[in-house]
């Protein structure tokens, strides 16, 4: 590209030049011819042979030879050119007559014709020359340029070179950087160089990109352990059950009895397997915009249902809060399937963690977000529980007399944050609290 549009530039500057050296000289023409016709008419004291020794005694060197001819009609009457050089020609002659004023060009000469009439008379002014000259100024522009256009290519050519090198010298450490970089490595960084900004801008997102990898390893790899540690104990039971009902001769009672226990833990690992496949499908592949509009307060009170009849001895007491404006203030974009799903699991995990069997839930609208509130009174988390909460399959000092598999709040926390929604928990007057905020869509 550089070597094609320098070529250009000089190609164009070339034939500016060559044109402008042209008309140049056809200027020069026009000007001889007019100043020899008006020496030669307009002044009486000055005959042919006074103008003849005024144009020779000025040195080639300042004037260039121009040969001026001026016939009155078809005579010549007066030449400064050697005899016979410029001999009447109809065609030009014609031309000039027709249109008073004619730039040409005859052979290697350029050519200047005039038409005049005076007194009755009829003058034809031909004034002609080589731009030697000129010709010769372009014949040393021609071999500068193209002296300047190598010598400019191989100075370009090298500096460009080295240019791009050093430009991609960042590309190519950062490309290795990246090839070093595998699933066993993931905590590795790329360097900030601090010299270009697009190049950093690029190690940052991947750097970013790196956080979320591991991010997604670490889960894989948590999910797989606790997913076989889960499900391999309700499988180890039902086996050895099996195999101690095979081993002896029982009665119909006891054998109703094994079956109990086996659908039971069938009923359990159904549960897990659920919980699973829920939590491994809830990802960002639905924009929270792709949700319909639903009342926050109908999925309470359907969740909060729900509830009731799986924990018929529960309180559980819904409490609107804040100014409610219109009916817009209540409304969200949510999977209804999903967010019903987070509700009944708090609300599972208040009523059995619950020390008087009591569940409260506001639901609070501010005047920049709407949050659904979940308490129960029970006792305090260590620190280093809170941090574990919503981990896959953790489950705290209190849930020791709690079925449960430790899917339940994280699949809670999936659900939320597909909402674009966040959850928190704290411990406050002797309360568990959940908190789910969502952004208000309408005020």
Not at 355 to 383: A, H, M, Q
């Amino acid at each position: 590209m550089f070597t094609f549009l320098f070529g250009i530039a000089f190609i164009i500057i070339y034939f500016s030049y060559a044109r402008f050296s042209k008309e140049d000289y056809f200027v020069q023409l026009q000007v001889r011819g007019i100043s020899t016709y008006k020496l030669l008419i307009d002044e009486d004291r000055i005959d042919s042979s006074l103008i003849k020794l005024i144009d020779r005694s000025v040195p080639t060197s300042i004037a260039p030879i121009q040969r001026v001819t001026v016939f009155r009609d078809t005579n010549l009457i007066y030449s400064n050119a050697d005899s016979g050089y410029f001999n009447y020609n109809k065609i030009l002659f014609d031309e000039i007559k027709k249109k008073g004023e004619v730039f040409t060009l005859f052979g290697k000469d350029q050519v200047y014709g005039l038409y005049k009439e005076d007194d009755g008379d009829k003058y034809i002014v031909i004034a002609s020359g080589d731009n030697a000259f000129g010709k010769r100024r372009l014949e040393f522009l021609r071999w500068l340029m193209v002296i300047v256009y190598f010598t400019g290519l191989l100075i370009g050519w090298a500096s460009i070179y080295f240019f791009v090198k050093r430009s991609i010298r960042p590309l190519e450490v950062l490309n290795d950087n990246m090839k070093s970089i595998g699933y066993n490595n993931l905590d590795s960084r790329l360097p900030l160089t601090g010299q270009w900004s697009e190049i950093d801008n690029l190690s940052v997102n991947f750097n970013d990109m790196l956080v979320r990898l591991g991010q997604s390893f670490r889960f894989q790899k948590d999910f797989v352990h606790y997913a076989s540690h889960e499900l391999r104990t309700p499988l180890a039971a039902m086996i050895s059950l099996t195999e101690s009902t095979l081993s002896q001769p029982l009665s119909e009672q006891q054998f109703q009895k094994v079956l109990q226990h086996l659908l039971a833990q069938q009923q359990g690992l159904t549960n897990i397997t659920n919980s699973l496949l829920l939590l491994s499908e809830t990802t960002d592949k639905f924009k929270i915009r792709g949700y319909p509009l639903i009342r926050l307060d109908e999925l309470v009170f359907h969740s909060v249902e729900i509830s009731k009849d799986l924990f018929a001895s529960a309180v559980i007491k819904v409490n609107l809060e804040g100014n409610v404006p219109h009916e817009g203030a209540l409304l969200i974009h949510a999977n209804e399937p999903l967010i019903i799903a987070a509700f009944n699991n708090l609300l599972k995990n208040a009523i059995q963690y619950s020390r008087d069997n009591t569940v409260n839930v506001f639901i609070i609208i501010n005047e920049d977000s709407k949050i659904v509130r979940f308490e129960n009174s029970g006792i305090d988390f260590t620190e280093a529980e809170k941090d574990k909460l919503f981990t896959p399959f953790y489950r705290a000092s209190n849930s020791e007399q709690i079925k449960g598999h430790g899917l339940g709040l994280s699949l809670v926390k999936q659900i939320v944050q597909l909402h674009g929604a966040s959850i928190v928990y704290k411990y406050e007057n002797e309360k568990n609290i959940f908190s789910i905020t969502f952004p208000l869509m309408y005020k």
